[in-house]
T-cell receptor, first 110, second 114 residues
Framework: DAKTTQPNSMESNEEEPVHLPCNHSTISGTDYIHWYRQLPSQGPEYVIHGLTSNVNNRMASLAIAEDRKSSTLILHRATLRDAAVYYCMNSGGSNYKLTFGKGTLLTVNP | KAGVTQTPRYLIKTRGQQVTLSCSPISGHRSVSWYQQTPGQGLQFLFEYFSETQRNKGNFPGRFSGRQFSNSRSEMNVSTLELGDSALYLC?????????????FGPGTRLTVL
């Protein structure tokens, strides 16, 4: 299974940008990079995903390194509602499934 | 569209019993995946069903099983419950379960085994 590495925790101030890094050095050519987040007492929520090119949506931006061995989730202006555990993962291989790592706990200070 | 729903939301069982959890995917979604979440192990993939067939399976013992019905609704069953089975069980649906598909998660069923 493709493995991802993320910092255990990060802290940000409200209204400031947040850059959440992820290393996925064993990613294969057909693996997608997915980001989900989980708020307390809720199921994970989709944030964004991409394959090779950078992606933008209303929630965030995803910057993918040229060699695809790392990616960065960018929250342009953090709000208190963005405080959550953020998971980066790859999907691919012979079995389609999402392999979750430990994730990054993002704390947003008012 | 209504989101993924899971029933029941909370469940308390004793060791040795069995339990059945239910998941209703988003309308039109044909793939349903199940995950177990515990503080120690995090989120772990159990299995995925597509068109009533188990297509992928994680590393869990045979006590964990599931099925999918023709309307894509899915159930998972855990037999001979152990204390370590206490966890949040999450169901997620996607249109076809493809590599780039987005998975939509339900709120989970909190199972406590006493």
């Amino acid at each position: 299974d493709a493995k991802t590495t993320q910092p255990n925790s990060m802290e940000s101030n409200e209204e400031e940008p947040v850059h959440l890094p992820c290393n996925h050095s064993t990613i294969s050519g057909t693996d997608y990079i997915h980001w989900y987040r989980q708020l307390p007492s809720q199921g994970p929520e989709y944030v964004i995903h991409g394959l090779t090119s950078n992606v933008n949506n209303r929630m965030a931006s995803l910057a993918i390194a040229e060699d695809r061995k790392s990616s960065t989730l960018i929250l342009h202006r953090a709000t208190l509602r963005d405080a959550a555990v953020y998971y980066c993962m790859n999907s691919g291989g012979s079995n389609y499934k999402l392999t979750f790592g430990k994730g990054t706990l993002l704390t947003v200070n008012p | 569209k209504a989101g993924v729903t899971q029933t029941p939301r909370y469940l308390i069982k004793t060791r040795g019993q069995q339990v059945t959890l239910s998941c209703s995917p988003i309308s039109g979604h044909r793939s349903v995946s199940w995950y177990q979440q515990t503080p120690g192990q995090g989120l772990q993939f159990l299995f995925e069903y597509f068109s009533e067939t188990q297509r992928n399976k994680g590393n869990f013992p045979g006590r964990f099983s599931g099925r999918q019905f023709s309307n894509s609704r899915s159930e998972m069953n855990v037999s001979t419950l152990e204390l370590g089975d206490s966890a949040l069980y999450l169901c997620a649906s996607s249109q076809n379960g493809g590599l780039g598909d987005t998975q939509y998660f339900g709120p989970g069923t909190r199972l406590t085994v006493l």
